[in-house]
């Protein structure tokens, strides 16, 4: 089955710089990857997602890159305000048996 | 659209009890799955609905179940709660446009205390 690991568990910056979370992937048939962002509280919300045909995807300060022969994809922020701090999950459709298998989060932590 | 929406957002039941959760998915949508949150195992997959079957389990006792109505509304039902069963349980819903990538929705979750 699929595994996934996320990295790094905590990340702190300061407000109007940039925050990367990469998150790698087993299974080469996984064709779709997908970020979520959770604040206290609230269920996972998804924020950004790409498919395997495109190799980044932006929307506005979020950005998402696929690297798959590495096998591993990235969510990068730009210029963090202090409302993006959250922990953010990625996930990955297990193949074939329509479940994600989740990352472990990162707890983002935007200093004003 | 009104999100995927679930019921009650708070439970406290006593070990032994059994409970059941309410999720009512995005209007269209007929895939329901149902995750399990802990802050040491973190989002763990119970089980996927797709038109009334179920058609994945995740790897939890058979004292987790559910079910999914004609209306693609779904439960979830724990019986003999222990400790550990405490959790945030998140429902979420696809439309499932094709099985190899579609969008799930999450609900805020039912935040279930077992004292």
């Known amino acids: 089955g699929e595994n996934v690991e996320q990295h790094p568990s905590t990340l702190s910056v300061q407000e109007g710089d940039s925050a990367v979370i990469k998150c790698t992937y087993s299974d080469s048939a996984s064709n779709y990857f997908p970020w979520y962002k959770q604040e206290l509280g609230k269920g996972p919300q998804l924020i950004i997602d790409?498919?395997?045909?495109?190799g980044e995807k932006k929307d506005q300060r979020i950005a998402v890159t696929l690297n798959k022969t590495a096998k591993h994809f990235s969510l990068h922020i730009t210029e963090t305000q202090p409302e993006d701090s959250a922990v953010y999950f990625c996930?990955?459709?297990?193949?074939?048996?329509?479940?994600?298998?989740f990352g472990t989060g990162t707890r983002l932590k935007v200093l004003a | 659209k009104a999100g995927v929406t679930q019921t009650p957002r708070y439970l406290i039941k006593t070990r032994g009890q059994q409970v059941t959760l309410s999720c009512s998915p995005i209007s269209g949508h007929r895939s329901v799955s149902w995750y399990q949150q802990t802050p040491g195992q973190g989002l763990q997959f119970l089980f996927e609905y797709f038109s009334e079957t179920q058609r994945n389990k995740g790897n939890f006792p058979g004292r987790f179940s559910g079910r999914q109505f004609s209306n693609s509304r779904s439960e979830m039902n724990v019986s003999t709660l222990e400790l550990g069963d405490s959790a945030l349980y998140l429902c979420a819903s696809s439309s499932r446009v094709g099985d190899s990538s579609y969008e799930q929705y999450f609900g805020p979750g039912t935040r279930l205390t077992v004292t």
């Open positions: 996930a990955v459709p297990d193949p074939g048996t329509y479940k994600y298998i």
């Open positions: 790409i498919r395997s045909n495109v």
